[in-house]
């Protein structure tokens, strides 16, 4: 495996963690996962630091 797939995959396999209850619930896990300039736009056109997604992510109710 050349060294572009290695990193692909392991991207990708952490855009997946983020998606685990366990994971979204837990701010530690979140604080390593996200890059302290971590932004994001949401579809409304919002921006999201860090701390306001590993905030809004731990404050969401689980089914």
Sequence with gaps: MDTD????QHLYHLEES???PEIR???EKLQK???DDFVE???AGCVYD????VEALGAESTL
Excluded at 5 to 8: F, H, V
Excluded at 50 to 53: F, L, P, T
């Design 5 to 8: 797939e290695s990193l692909r």
């Design 18 to 20: 983020l998606q685990q």
């Design 25 to 27: 619930r837990s701010p």
């Design 33 to 35: 996962l996200l890059a």
């Design 41 to 43: 736009f949401g579809s």
């Design 50 to 53: 860090k701390q306001s997604i």
